[in-house]
């Protein structure tokens, strides 16, 4: 049992109980690596970079990126830099890197497409970078090797995040996969930054994948979309200049790497992202995971990843990763918002957009520019992200569209 975290009231640990194991069992089994249970993949990747990168550390990531990436960086201490971005999947362009002072990376499987990672783990080895893996939407990627070997992506780097709420749809949950020789000290770390939880907090999490699963089974997504909306229940960040600024300011204090200073913006969209999970919610997270391969068995058979690839608007880099479940297949369109609406009618919610880059979004305070600001910017404008499964109701509205002309 850890204290420190509550004030000497107790916390289970998440690695103590068979709900736990059940849940990184079969994951470690199928990526081939230790993987260590999170309440939150944003608190695994924290993790992971403050205990594989020295603090003062110039990391590289995507600007085209959920905010949170950049957050748990500087909340390691480290100095984000953006990077050039490939027109053709949104994820780092490995050839126009300068990597002048970088001393880690961060990639990140936009969409669940691996982008060119075995290329930029071969030149984090070679030029002595830490490469984390963020891979919250890749939980059933899979890369194919010049010899028609097949690795599971989060075992390219010192370290692989991923998110239970993405393609298991759980109520929260991640795991870091890492090798034998940090996992242990890396649980401990998790351990001493766990606060306890509270069942009664947990409900929600437990039930609102099962309510997903019906609104999504009864066709009732867009009626329900426009409610939480209305009812403020599901709100689009908007940045404001006080937050960037306080950020600023608490990432310039290196001498103090308290996390609980960063919980205002670790917290962002999820809350709890480091209250331990009792055996309630692991167990039911732990369902959810079971029914992942199930769901990678009909992602295939409804092909909607082929069929969407196909479209004259996804993006190129799709067609090399056809067979894979993604989580999302990025089509790039001139009118964005008004293909939003159309789906929406339908009853096709896009979601998972990261508009505008984060060095527009932070300034060179935070984020130092990266070199591609106009492909970054055509991204984030323009790139609609589709569900596969969503794929043969969307497509009377899809087929319609129009590409989005290249900058």
Same mark, same amino acid.
């Given at each position: 049992?850890?204290t420190?975290?509550?004030?000497? &009231?107790?916390?289970?640990?998440?690695?103590e109980r068979?709900a736990?194991?059940?849940?990184?069992?079969?994951?470690?089994?199928?990526?081939?690596?230790?993987?260590?249970?999170?309440?939150?993949?944003?608190?695994?990747?924290?993790?992971?970079?403050?205990?594989?990168?020295?603090?003062?550390?110039?990391?590289?990531?995507?600007?085209?990126?959920?905010?949170?990436?950049?957050?748990?960086?500087?909340?390691?201490?480290?100095?984000? $830099?953006?990077?050039?971005?490939?027109?053709?999947?949104?994820?780092?362009?490995?050839? &126009?890197?300068?990597?002048?002072?970088?001393?880690?990376? $961060?990639?990140?499987?936009?969409?669940?497409?691996?982008?060119?990672?075995?290329?930029?783990?071969?030149?984090?080895?070679?030029?002595?970078?830490?490469?984390?893996?963020?891979?919250?939407?890749? /939980?059933?990627?899979?890369?194919?090797?010049?010899?028609?070997?097949?690795?599971?992506?989060?075992?390219?780097?010192?370290?692989?995040?991923?998110?239970?709420?993405?393609?298991?749809?759980?109520?929260?949950?991640?795991?870091?996969?890492?090798?034998?020789?940090?996992?242990?000290?890396?649980?401990?770390?998790?351990?001493?930054?766990?606060?306890a939880?509270? $069942?009664? &907090?947990?409900?929600?999490?437990v039930?609102?994948?099962?309510?997903?699963?019906?609104?999504?089974?009864?066709?009732?997504?867009?009626?329900?979309?426009?409610?939480?909306?209305a009812?403020?229940?599901?709100?689009?960040?908007?940045?404001?200049?006080?937050?960037?600024?306080?950020?600023?300011?608490?990432?310039?204090?290196?001498?103090?790497?308290?996390?609980?200073? /960063?919980?205002?913006?670790?917290?962002?969209?999820?809350?709890?992202?480091?209250?331990?999970?009792?055996r309630?919610?692991?167990?039911?997270?732990?369902?959810?995971?079971?029914?992942?391969?199930?769901?990678?068995?009909?992602?295939?058979?409804?092909?909607?990843?082929?069929?969407?690839?196909?479209?004259?608007?996804?993006?190129?880099?799709?067609?090399? /990763?056809?067979?894979?479940?993604? /989580?999302?297949v990025?089509l790039?369109?001139?009118?964005?918002?008004?293909?939003?609406?159309?789906?929406?009618?339908?009853?096709?919610?896009?979601?998972?957009?990261?508009?505008?880059?984060?060095?527009?979004?932070?300034?060179?305070?935070?984020?130092?520019?990266?070199?591609?600001?106009?492909?970054?910017?055509?991204?984030?404008?323009?790139?609609?992200?589709?569900?596969?499964?969503?794929?043969?109701?969307?497509?009377?509205?899809?087929?319609?569209?129009?590409?989005?002309?290249?900058?």
């Amino acid at each position: 049992m850890n204290t420190s975290a509550t004030g000497g &009231r107790p916390v289970p640990l998440s690695g103590e109980r068979p709900a736990a194991r059940s849940t990184e069992g079969p994951a470690e089994r199928r990526i081939g690596r230790r993987c260590l249970y999170m309440p939150s993949a944003r608190l695994g990747l924290y993790l992971a970079l403050r205990g594989l990168v020295p603090p003062g550390t110039r990391v590289l990531m995507s600007p085209v990126n959920c905010e949170t990436v950049m957050f748990a960086a500087v909340a390691a201490g480290l100095r984000p $830099v953006m990077a050039p971005v490939s027109p053709a999947d949104g994820t780092i362009d490995v050839g &126009r890197i300068d990597w002048d002072g970088i001393g880690a990376v $961060v990639a990140t499987h936009l969409y669940g497409l691996p982008g060119e990672i075995g290329r930029l783990a071969a030149e984090c080895e070679r030029r002595g970078a830490v490469l984390v893996e963020d891979c919250a939407h890749a /939980f059933q990627t899979e890369v194919t090797g010049p010899g028609g070997e097949r690795r599971h992506v989060g075992t390219f780097g010192a370290a692989g995040v991923f998110s239970l709420a993405k393609h298991p749809r759980a109520g929260g949950g991640g795991l870091l996969a890492v090798d034998d020789d940090v996992a242990e000290r890396l649980a401990k770390a998790r351990d001493e930054l766990l606060t306890a939880p509270a $069942v009664g &907090r947990e409900l929600p999490a437990v039930i609102a994948p099962l309510v997903r699963d019906a609104v999504f089974a009864l066709r009732l997504s867009g009626p329900a979309w426009r409610a939480a909306k209305a009812l403020r229940i599901e709100v689009s960040h908007e940045n404001d200049e006080a937050r960037v600024r306080d950020l600023a300011a608490a990432a310039d204090d290196t001498d103090d790497l308290d996390l609980t200073r /960063f919980d205002r913006w670790m917290s962002v969209g999820a809350g709890g992202y480091r209250v331990a999970h009792s055996r309630l919610l692991r167990g039911a997270v732990a369902r959810r995971v079971r029914l992942v391969d199930g769901r990678r068995a009909r992602r295939r058979r409804l092909a909607g990843v082929r069929v969407l690839s196909a479209l004259p608007t996804a993006a190129t880099g799709v067609a090399a /990763f056809a067979d894979q479940p993604l /989580f999302r297949v990025p089509l790039l369109v001139a009118d964005r918002d008004a293909a939003r609406a159309a789906l929406e009618r339908r009853g096709v919610i896009t979601t998972c957009l990261y508009t505008p880059p984060l060095d527009d979004d932070f300034g060179p305070g935070l984020a130092e520019p990266g070199p591609t600001p106009q492909i970054a910017r055509w991204w984030a404008r323009h790139a609609l992200p589709v569900d596969p499964l969503q794929a043969a109701r969307a497509l009377p509205i899809l087929r319609r569209l129009v590409p989005a002309v290249h900058p």
